[in-house]
């Protein structure tokens, strides 16, 4: 096994002369008394699309589950490892969080191989095929108006519909249902705008997105 | 649903004002021309161990995957979702990643129920305790020094043990192993001490932790 | 009869005593020379989208049709009255413009009617239904997507497919088609957000909309 | 496809720092609330005629149809596209306009060509030539006093006449008819003098003109 890359290592040195001065004692207290997040984030793996960074978030704010295309896979609770699922119970049940927060983004290559015609797979495995299998009967009506839309436009509608299905998947956790009835918990979709670095929030009510500061 | 979360949006702002005047043109390029991290990371959802912070990462630099206990599950192409597994492939396999960190920290609390005697059910559903369960083996095993370990050194062991197996998991991709072999993809754990903000690496050959700066 | 509308008299005054006085020289060589404008707009009626307003334009600058929803129908010289067409043909052939701009917007009540079940028919003459049938085999095609894209999506989208299709349309006719080929014409689209007075220009090559300070 | 134009950019950049600034609230009203204008203007989409212009008008105040010489078509509910019979059923009907203005102006070019021996056929597909062939009943009786007036006087007559005809077909719509009987919608005229910008009213009952102020 090869040297730990040194970037990495170059990257850990500058936050330990930076950002960590003034967060010495936060990191000790939050050690010592657990973590108490109050937002739980689905967020994409993308190298360009990280919460803390987007939400200028510190030590113990965001409890973070990234999955390719930030999906939350529809509930359940068949016994089979479910990665999402179990960290949105952890965060819920077991941390308490009061909001929870689906945030897909822009040129998202989970999204682009949902609306590609062979499901880009990438590997006899097809790990990524079936991951983005979830989403095939929405990219379906997407990848239709082919005739009308272009692909960049297809490109954002599935990522926003994308949003809303796993918003709405949220609620088939029974506890999740109930919690949102009673005001313990509140559900959020969100999309960034890689480009512009434009924040884009989800209505409730309507399904639609606005940017942060409209 | 609720108003979006106050403290993101402020935390939003705050990004838009500071850390991105400088990034503004790399957003952009990154947009047109495609992200190309080459770092993988594996890391837990826990909200003091973000791997953005710790390695002061901009963006297009690290491709992350996050779940609790920062797991790579075994290789099983069986046709169900595999969330990190479908990451792994597509980070690889699309973004032609050279090297995978799987990186643990200290106080998890994935690690931490899989200790306990009843897997910390949280709830009938139970995605937590299937989804520890893949431990077991080796939780057992670290379980069974609670005559001479005490809670935390055995809340460490497993962590770094946990590590070890998730950097093996890895090598069951079959691309991988050979990848590894040819020297295109290095594999790597760390292991983060969110008390001290401590960075810990592990030795290829070994298998033993030791302080990044050592 | 009645009186000539009191807000129109009211508002002709505060155009004598503000914007003409620094225009009267203008309006006299415009009247003696003839008008020259080098662009030609095909907007809206809509009055929210007023293309002098939203370009800043004083006379001489533009040369402005309007219908409703800014539809360029396709070439048919088949001897029946077109609008449209005839302030086209004037346009470049007449008057020499270099530029045409097909200008869409939002919450347009045309595409709106275009996207009804019933085409919103509002009268027997049902001109508006006639009229906005031009769209119909795109619009059906945007309206399919009425599982998964909410009303405001499925009408902005159709606002833009709408808009290239008229600067598709253009191109029917045999000189602009040449004229744009030999580079003596050229042909834009944009889209003007009327809620945040937004506007989007749209690319040419992909047909992609954005706005215009990006 | 070129670039959009650089003057259009400026102007919208001048309109956002200018007259837009005490104006967002107003399209953020209207974009919620929806247009009601109360006046429908058929203008000219000469660049020296701008219904805004002329009558200081901002957002929401003006629904307006532009096309060659400000005409309104007879009333001819055959199926084809009717773009101005459209827009005037669309803001009639649809909008509840309460006054009508057909508004002409001086030095017209499609007027002009109506007075042309050859109907100033500018293409073979002759748009404007059809489009200005519905005056020609009217525009034969003006050119025959070639003998007695001049060229500018049969100008500004037939300007004059096609605006009384224009006001006349409007009155064929049978809904506007009854209506206007009820009172519920008025009927103007008025013609612009672009070279003194002098705004003149037509006298419903004598169908004279005078200037506004008078």
Redesign the interface.
Known sequence: ??N??E???K??K???S???IN??EK??E???K??K???LIIAC????A?P?????????????????AN?V?P?A?D?????????????V???GVK?I?VMGH??C??IQAALSTDGAK???????G???S?LAP?AE??A??D???????RQN?LE??SIRRSVQNLRE???IKQMEKD?AV???G?WFD????E?W?MN?????FSR?E?
Chains 1, 2, 3, 4 share one sequence.
Not at 79 to 91: K, L, P, Q, V
Not at 122 to 128: E, K, N, V
Not at 194 to 197: F, L, R, V, Y
């Open positions: 096994m090869a730990f890359p970037r990495l290592i990257g850990y500058e936050f330990t930076s950002a960590l967060e010495r990191y000790k939050l050690a010592e657990g973590q997040p109050t937002v793996c993308d190298s360009r990280a803390e960074t987007i939400f200028s978030a510190g030590p113990g704010e965001l409890f973070v589950v990234r999955n390719v999906l896979p509930y609770p016994g089979n490892h479910h990665s999402t699922s179990a960290a949105i119970e952890f965060a049940k077991g941390l909001d927060v822009g040129r290559g989970g990438l590997d006899d495995g097809d790990f990524i079936k991951w983005m979830m929405v009506q997407v239709a108006t005739q009308v839309m272009t692909p960049a436009e509608a926003r519909v956790f029974p506890y005001g509140n559900l959020h969100a890689i480009s512009t670095a924040l929030v409730g009510e309507t399904g639609d942060a409209n």
